[in-house]
């Protein structure tokens, strides 16, 4: 199998992937993209598996991921294309700047953290990935920067029993009312709990709740 050059053969003919499950911002990403003179085809997928499936992904040269996906998340598709050695640049897309996302998103291999909100110059974006270099939107830029301050090591966090318990749940893919079911409690029982360890592990949904269990080895 023959191996893509870090350039296409012809920059003003590239070829532009969009991976993402919001119909709204995809066709907006889309139209954007689609007024560049340099791109030739665009292809889209609305999840991982699709993409991860059709061999036509192969032949892109930039991929903007969105994280958020259902089924496997962008992080994990930026790890497997990595794994893959498939020499595709790849920005991410998302609308929340954790840290953890930004940097395993980082270490799996994508070249840009972009937020939704600050699309920016599309031609510029794609421009510094052609020519070797990495893109960051100056709010996520901010972030990463800040982090180098932060003290090194892993956070305290201090969960009760009970709350170890619900996680444990939670990580495995319980809802609320199987949980409730599961530990005889009420669902607003259950409500408070979860409450209270999205605020303890600073999450706001369940994939980054899971990514943070992970990272800091919390169970």
């Known amino acids: 199998m023959s191996h893509?050059?870090?350039l296409?053969?012809?920059k003003n003919q590239i070829k532009i992937g969009i991976l993402e499950n919001d119909e709204f911002f995809l066709g907006e990403l889309k139209d954007r993209i689609s007024e560049l003179k340099n791109v030739s085809e665009i292809l889209t997928w609305q999840t991982g598996e699709i993409l991860l499936?059709?061999?036509r992904h192969k032949s892109i040269d930039i991929l903007f991921l969105d994280i958020m996906l259902p089924g496997i998340n962008g992080i994990?598709?930026?790890?497997?294309?990595?794994e893959k050695n498939e020499n595709i640049k790849v920005i991410m897309l998302t609308n929340m700047n954790s840290d953890e996302m930004i940097f395993n998103s980082i270490k799996n291999g994508a070249l840009g953290y972009l937020l939704k909100s600050e699309l920016g110059q599309i031609q510029s974006i794609i421009d510094v990935l052609l020519e070797g270099g990495a893109y960051i939107t100056p709010t996520i830029a901010l972030r990463v920067f800040s982090s180098?301050?932060?003290p090194f090591g892993k956070p305290k966090v201090y969960?009760?029993?009970r709350e170890k318990q619900i996680l444990e749940l939670l990580v495995k893919g319980k809802t609320i009312p199987l949980v409730s079911?599961?530990?005889s409690l009420s669902e607003h029982t259950v409500q408070g709990y979860v409450k209270s360890i999205y605020r303890k592990l600073q999450v706001h949904n369940r994939s980054e709740l899971a990514m943070k269990v992970q990272e800091y080895s919390i169970l």
């Open 4 to 6: 893509k050059s870090s």
């Open 8 to 10: 296409p053969e012809d």
């Open 53 to 55: 499936r059709d061999p």
């Open 76 to 82: 994990e598709v930026v790890k497997i294309l990595s």
């Open 148 to 150: 180098f301050r932060k």
């Open 159 to 161: 969960l009760t029993d």
């Open 181 to 183: 079911k599961f530990l």
